[in-house]
């Protein structure tokens, strides 16, 4: 990887394995932390983890309009700082109203990151722009694994650590993003003009064809993904499974694409970016709507292996759309819009799922999360034809995302 990335990529993917590091420490054990060792009562601490986590979706837009009018540099520095302040106060305090505003901080601040990482990745003169994606996706994944794994000792121990690990984490990702637009020469800001309230909240255009669709298909596959940590455990748990399960299989999701993404990247190289999206999102359908079978062991491990094989033919492409679709001096906001999209689908997938489930109609959330993934393989497609192409090869989509 030396060899091919010597432009300076390594920096860009080491500072985002260390925000996944960071995220990977605390979201699975923030919960724990405040009922167990802040005493918070479990309704309490859900409310607050619910709110906090509105901050990785606002984060977005602000982010990537910061990143068009700035540079990436400063908003990926000032982003790990913000960060790591807000966890440091996280960890000082047990007022639950100053916790909650801290953790959602630095939640913000990881979202409004997000469009530049992309955006540099989808840009950055490599060899291939979307084996680049692959590249930061891998590293995303491999931090949140490890960060898991890492963190389960903390856990045994004292919880505390976990908030000053993650602190002194942003701290080193600030430096490292400091090397990271030093050595990358990441693409200059947009022209100094009047930043305008409406900047801040920007949205593409009805009218752009290319970037709608592929939004669309990240929110389905959004609400698609998050019940695989909200339904499902439910269901799980109530037929009298173990969720400690959900552990093992995580760190197995995010272990694999650590180790096989970058290759499936290089293999949709050589394809039609359209038809492997399509798939990809119908194959997140399928790993939810594998339950119509039965919830079993056996079909909770056939559906994070189907969830696995779907985010590594799906995860690399739309952000390589989304720079394709973005005029000059735009790009970073329509990484952010996209990124919104998705997003919103991942925090009310959770609520969609849960009032169907208190319905009585679990058969009908498996099945309903089948057809949305139908339905985003179908928002793809009509992106494709809008294209008017038959043969739009990555080689083209990674040329006009760099121009």
């Not at 976990?162 to 984490?169: K, M, R």
């Not at 050589?270 to 079978?293: D, E, H, K, Q």
């Not at 720079?323 to 000059?328: D, E, I, N, Q, V």
């Not at 038959?390 to 006009?400: K, P």
Request: with cysteine.
């Amino acid at each position: 990887m030396c060899a091919r990335y010597t432009n300076g990529f390594i920096p860009v993917v080491l500072s985002q394995w260390m925000v996944s590091l960071a995220d990977g420490l605390l979201i699975p054990f923030v919960n724990l932390y405040m009922v167990h060792s802040l005493g918070f009562h479990p309704a309490l601490a859900g409310a607050i983890l619910g709110l906090s986590g509105l901050g990785l979706v606002l984060g977005q837009l602000p982010g990537g309009a910061l990143a068009d009018r700035f540079g990436y540099r400063r908003v990926i520095v000032i982003g790990f700082l913000v960060a790591g302040l807000a966890n440091l106060s996280a960890l000082v305090t047990r007022n639950p109203i100053v916790f909650g505003i801290s953790y959602g901080i630095a939640l913000f601040a990881s979202g409004s990151m997000s469009p530049a990482f992309y955006q540099v990745a989808s840009q950055i003169k490599t060899q291939s722009n979307l084996r680049s994606v692959g590249t930061l996706i891998a590293a995303q994944n491999g931090g949140i694994a490890m960060g898991a794994l890492l963190a389960w000792p903390l856990v045994a121990s004292n919880m505390h650590e976990i908030f000053l690990a993650a602190a002194f984490l942003d701290a080193g990702g600030a430096l490292m993003a400091v090397w990271l637009v030093r050595a990358s020469q990441a693409i200059p800001p947009a022209p100094r003009t009047p930043f305008r309230l409406s900047d801040w909240l920007y949205l593409p255009p009805r009218g752009k064809r290319l970037f709608w669709p592929i939004a669309l298909a990240g929110f389905l596959t959004g609400v698609l993904y998050s019940q695989m940590w909200s339904t499902v455990p439910t269901v799980w748990v109530k037929a009298g499974g173990s969720a400690s399960i959900f552990s093992l299989l995580w760190f197995f999701n995010g272990a694999s694409i650590f180790l096989v993404e970058r290759r499936i990247s290089r293999g949709l190289e050589r394809c039609n970016p359209f038809f492997w999206l399509a798939g990809a999102s119908v194959i997140y359908g399928l790993a939810v709507g594998i339950f119509n079978i039965g919830m079993s062991l056996a079909t909770l491990c056939a559906s994070f292996a189907v969830l696995t094989l779907a985010e590594m033919l799906y995860e690399p492409l739309p952000p390589v759309f989304y720079a394709t679709a973005a005029p000059g001096g735009m790009k970073a906001r329509y990484q952010g819009a996209g990124n919104l999209a998705n997003a919103l689908g991942i925090v009310l997938g959770p609520v969609i799922g849960d009032l169907l489930l208190q319905g009585g109609r679990q058969q009908f959330v498996w099945t309903l999360m089948a057809v949305l993934g139908v339905l985003a393989g179908v928002a793809v497609l009509s992106a494709r034809r809008s294209e008017g192409s038959t043969t739009f090869q990555i080689q083209r989509l990674s040329q006009e995302a760099r121009e």
